[in-house]
């Protein structure tokens, strides 16, 4: 297991590098572009405001896979804390998107930002950006395969939560979805918001303001959502559902804006990506949270007691205190249909719930 979080802690430090070589070589040279506009006529274009926005799009690109390395360590942490079969398949399903969008970079690179005459420097940002793609994809492949001789014990610690109850284990299922979704946010949607904010905004703009305010509250939404599907608290649920249909409203407000007002906006096909990955999760959310709530009085409050608490109830006391039922002795006791919340005579087998 260690290697999963190795592998991701040194491919993010080497992508993080090429990131930074690249961010350094256009900087040094954007003032020689020749822009050249839609309509094919070359315009030497080195005014103040469009040498910074290109700028600003370039750093963006930084700044983002700044943060998404440091993300993908983190979940990687996160995974192999928890043994979560969920958050493994969530893990290298970020590493893949992260890939795709490895190749937007290329291409805003290839076709806005470098969109000019031929020179030396342009080359080699566009051979970093082929060999950032090339790393990416390798990531994937090696995580991937990594995850997979992992699964079976991934799979057996998520088991043991739920033990044979064939109800507990559906709940328990779509409560991982609903916080795999929740982790995920917490990066696509800060994503899209930033690269909007430094990218299409300008400060004495109304809009960047309230870009700015929708930001930070999605981040506390996003966290208390965690903490009442843990806690099974239903009003703020509702709540939160009426939050996720004004966050989809918001987002393909966003979209119809980067069709019109920014059509022409370099990092515009970056925006579009992170806006159509964050209105997918935002869909996702208000989808999933409706199962969540369905779920409630089935044990999983008490499953999750431990959650958001310096003195919860462990979820497994006879397995991680000690105890009479050693870990062997509580998985041949759940496997005959025994309650570790419960500890009587299992039922007959045919009485159990299947």
Known sequence: ???????SMVFA???LTLEAFLFGVYLANIGSINYIKDDGKDTHNNSHEWVVTKRNAVATYLALYIYAEIYQVV????????RNIYHLVSSVGFLAAMCAYSGVQYSELHKTLINAEHQNWQTICQAISIAI?????????????????LKDIFIQHTGEKTGMNTNLIKANMFFN??????ILSFFFFPAFTLQFIVIALKRNDPEFIITVIVLVLSLFLLLLADFCATRELLFPLLVLIVFYLGAIAYLLFKLIRLFTKYANQPGKRS????DIFTLLLAFWLATITVVVISNFGKGLKKLYANNYSRHGVPIYPTMTQNSEISKVSARKYTASGGDLYNPVAP???EQLDF
């Open 1 to 7: 297991m260690k290697s999963f979080l190795l592998v």
């Open 13 to 15: 430090v080497l992508i």
């Open 75 to 82: 979940l990687a942490l996160i995974t192999i804390y928890t």
């Open 133 to 149: 793609i090339v790393i990416a994809v390798v990531l994937v492949i090696n995580q991937a395969a990594i995850a997979w001789q």
């Open 177 to 182: 979805l609903h916080r795999n979704a929740v």
């Open 271 to 274: 925006l579009v990506v992170f």
């Open 347 to 349: 039922p007959p087998r």
